[in-house]
Antibody, heavy 127, light 113 residues
Framework: DVQLVESGGGLVKPGGSLRLSCAASGFRFSYAWMTWVRQAPEKGLEWVARIKSKNNGGTTDYAAPVKDRFTISRDDSTNTLYLEMNSLSTEDTAVYFC??????????????????WGPGTMVTVSS | DIVMTQSPDSLAVSLGERATINCKSSQSVLDSSNNKNYLAWYQQRPGQPPKLLIYYTSTRESGVPDRFSGSGSGTDFTLTISSLQAEDVSVYYCQQYYRTPFTFGGGTKVEIK
């Protein structure tokens, strides 16, 4: 089965740090450009960060609110995506989803949009 | 950043009737090299992750009922549900994936009248 499963969420104090993980299975993770999207309670979707495949340079992009505080990374040997979050504030409280395009040994779908999503992990920043 | 503006914020439609959601981008999301508009639509049910419905403005994802259709170009886009079913009650989001950050619209909540 094609699957993304996030973990690492929880309660953290303002100013604290947290590392999220996303375990991928059922598709060619190393080819995929992986993304984190978040959703604050009762709010809309917010694109957070993306990392390209190593074949495409492994470069990263961030949304302005998280740039210089969050770091996206990947470990293709374990099919795992990470999000290191520092200097957390209450505004970072959200469900964090990892998402991707579907990729096989022959390449990735050419949709550009996200057809695989994890169930999300909740991050609560509160004193 | 490209700002995506959806309207309305919510709408209530009778079963079997048409629902129309609009999405406007602050800049064109058309790639003139391939004539594709980098605009997707997602459906999100309560407590669930988003589900891809349509990509490149009008291409339905596999398994998505044909009552869902997308149209538009440049900066103005529309998602239409031709005959609303009970299972379509959801929040719908547009997203541009032309230029990072790949921004989402604010969402449109669709309910049954």
């Amino acid at each position: 089965d094609v699957q993304l499963v996030e973990s690492g969420g929880g309660l953290v104090k303002p100013g604290g740090s947290l590392r999220l993980s996303c375990a991928a299975s059922g598709f060619r993770f190393s080819y995929a450009w992986m993304t984190w999207v978040r959703q604050a309670p009762e709010k809309g979707l917010e694109w957070v960060a993306r990392i390209k495949s190593k074949n495409n340079g492994g470069t990263t992009d961030y949304a302005a609110p998280v740039k210089d505080r969050f770091t996206i990374s990947r470990d293709d040997s374990t099919n795992t995506l990470y999000l290191e979050m520092n200097s957390l504030s209450t505004e970072d409280t959200a469900v964090y989803f990892c998402t991707s395009e579907y990729c096989t040994n022959f390449g990735c779908s050419t949709k550009g949009a996200y057809d695989i999503w994890g169930p999300g992990t909740m991050v609560t920043v509160s004193s | 950043d490209i700002v995506m503006t959806q309207s309305p914020d919510s709408l209530a439609v009778s079963l079997g009737e048409r629902a129309t959601i609009n999405c406007k981008s602050s800049q064109s999301v058309l790639d003139s090299s391939n004539n594709k508009n980098y605009l997707a639509w997602y459906q999100q049910r309560p407590g669930q992750p988003p589900k891809l419905l349509i990509y490149y403005t009008s291409t339905r994802e596999s398994g998505v009922p044909d009552r869902f259709s997308g149209s538009g170009s440049g900066t103005d886009f529309t998602l239409t549900i031709s005959s609303l079913q009970a299972e379509d009650v959801s929040v719908y989001y547009c997203q541009q994936y032309y230029r990072t950050p790949f921004t989402f619209g604010g969402g449109t909540k669709v309910e049954i009248k």
